[in-house]
Nanobody, 124 residues
Framework: QVQLVESGGGLVQAGGSLRLSCAAS????????MGWFRQAPGKEREFVAW????????GYVDSVKGRFTVSRDNVKNTVYLQMNSLKLEDTAVYYCAARDSLWGTNEIKSYNYWGQGTQVTVSS
């Protein structure tokens, strides 16, 4: 089992920045690819970014490329999502997830463990 706890969400003005954190516990963190997903009101959960278990390789949804950066610290067992130039449409509950593989994917169903989510609200 892997337990995931997100933090860092909040209210920010459009154009601002936030950094989300996701602390993991339970098993060898570096063995898991990590993903970030989000769910806006009335919409399905969607992929945002992933990072390889050992770090290095990443993937992003097109709408956040150049604005969001995913990173991880395998000593601290934490994955981060740095979000810059935030837009109104980035408002959502953000979830981190762990996949029992070194490689990430944008497929929601391929992730085995999920956090409880953290709210990000972008205001005009």
């Amino acid at each position: 089992q892997v337990q995931l706890v997100e933090s860092g969400g909040g209210l920010v003005q459009a154009g601002g920045s936030l950094r989300l954190s996701c602390a993991a516990s339970g098993r060898t963190f570096s063995n898991y690819a990590m993903g970030w997903f989000r769910q806006a009101p009335g919409k399905e959960r969607e992929f945002v970014a992933w990072i390889r278990g050992g770090g290095g390789a990443t993937g992003y949804v097109d709408s956040v490329k150049g604005r969001f950066t995913v990173s991880r610290d395998n000593v601290k067992n934490t994955v981060y999502l740095q979000m810059n130039s935030l837009k109104l449409e980035d408002t959502a509950v953000y979830y981190c997830a762990a996949r029992d593989s070194l490689w990430g994917t944008n497929e929601i169903k391929s992730y085995n463990y999920w956090g409880q989510g953290t709210q990000v609200t972008v205001s005009s």
